[in-house]
């Protein structure tokens, strides 16, 4: 888990949905649903 996040916070930049599905499937993890939105 430790490496996941050491991977988000090495981005340059915000990460693109691409980017952001890369890093979960690196770790063994799948992104299931939209993002949440702020209201």
Known sequence: MEDFFRALS???KDATSADAVKIFEDH???IV???LSVK
């Open 28 to 30: 063994d993890m799948k």
């Open 10 to 12: 090495a981005l340059k």
């Open 33 to 35: 649903g939209p993002p």
